[in-house]
């Protein structure tokens, strides 16, 4: 074997390894590898991980996590991970088969860990056919078998649980990384204050809209812990997931709330199919109050490029249609 050939092996490997985007633990001064499930989580990842990291979204931009089929390179990026932070609650039901096929040794955050979560109404199960447990929810009648659990995974849409996310992330960083334990530390006290600031004026935007008023309509059903923080009742005719349509009943029965209730709005998704919705605007003549996004952040150019932004931007354009 030449030196040469060694020579030109070596860089190969350099190159393949630049090329995937993936630094080698070995080399000096590199950053540590993360993978978040989805966009929100990826943004999380980097506000505490800043300079010491490098974050790889399985589920993208404007993407739904509910229905997501994993890319074979998702196996390579989990593989290569030091660490994965999900969200749980059964959000990411695609992802046991892959951290397995992926053969993953990293550390895993599950984000949503000690919050205070809310369980899945029986009759939302029986109705929409979605959150099927054993235990819980009996909805074997559909014709294939969803893996969803009995709490609402949604759990970002409220800035009190994503301060717990940011200190399970804060907590796995640490744990991956002790050497820089107090960039990450300070990382998440500033990041902690900026979300007690968006907590404020979400709280302020919605002071002065009598409850009453505060009723909307949206797809899917991804505002629950939204609603229980700031007093917005929200209504869906699509369940807590999007792996199955509305029913002609389900839409009906929307109909008939919106008339009853006056509801002032009804919301589009970024990450839904979003006819239904259009239906019920042109029954009711409740009009399209805006985009909503709920379950993944928007592109750069858009209003929701970051976890804070999209807070900022579904509150001002809730509390702008009811007013
Ligand atoms: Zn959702």
Redesign the pocket.
């Known amino acids: 074997m030449s030196t040469k050939y060694l020579w030109d092996k070596k860089n190969i490997v350099a190159a393949v390894v630049l090329g995937l985007g993936i630094s080698s633990s070995a080399m000096a001064d590199t950053k540590i590898p993360v993978v978040a499930s989805f966009s929100i989580l990826g943004d999380l990842v980097s506000q505490v991980g800043g300079e010491h990291v490098t974050v790889k979204d399985l589920v993208g931009i404007n993407g739904d996590?509910?229905t997501y089929s994993p890319a074979p390179m998702d196996a390579v990026a989990v593989k290569d991970a030091r660490l994965v932070v999900i969200n749980g609650l059964g959000?990411e039901g695609w992802l046991p088969r892959l951290m397995e096929s992926a053969h993953f040794k990293g550390v895993e955050v599950v984000a949503s860990n000690g919050i205070n979560k809310l369980t899945l109404a029986k009759e939302q199960c029986d109705h929409h056919h979605h959150p099927v447990t054993e235990e819980k929810c009996d909805c074997d009648h559909h014709n294939h078998h969803h893996h969803h659990g009995v709490y609402d995974?949604?759990a970002w849409n409220s800035v009190t649980n994503v301060k717990t996310y940011v200190k399970n992330i804060e907590a796995g960083l640490v744990k991956v990384d002790p050497a820089n334990a107090s960039d990450y530390q300070h990382n998440a006290q500033v990041y902690l204050q900026k979300l007690d600031k968006l907590q404020l004026d979400i709280q302020q935007q919605f002071a002065n809209i009598p409850a009453s008023q505060r009723v909307i309509i949206t797809s899917?059903?991804?505002f629950q812990y939204f609603s229980r923080d700031y007093d917005v009742t929200f209504l869906a005719p699509q369940g807590?997931?999007?792996d199955a349509e509305a029913s002609a009943a389900d839409v009906a029965n929307i109909i008939n709330q919106v008339r009853d209730d006056h509801v002032r709005a009804v919301f589009i998704e970024n990450?839904t199919d979003n006819r239904m919705v259009e239906q019920i605007s042109q029954e009711t003549g409740a009009k399209i109050g805006g985009k909503l996004y709920?379950?993944a952040l928007s592109g750069p150019n858009e209003p929701a490029s970051s976890y804070i932004k999209l807070m900022e931007h579904n509150t001002a354009t809730i509390s702008n249609a009811l007013k």
């Open positions: 996590v509910h959000l995974p949604h899917h059903d991804a807590t997931s999007t990450i709920s379950d």
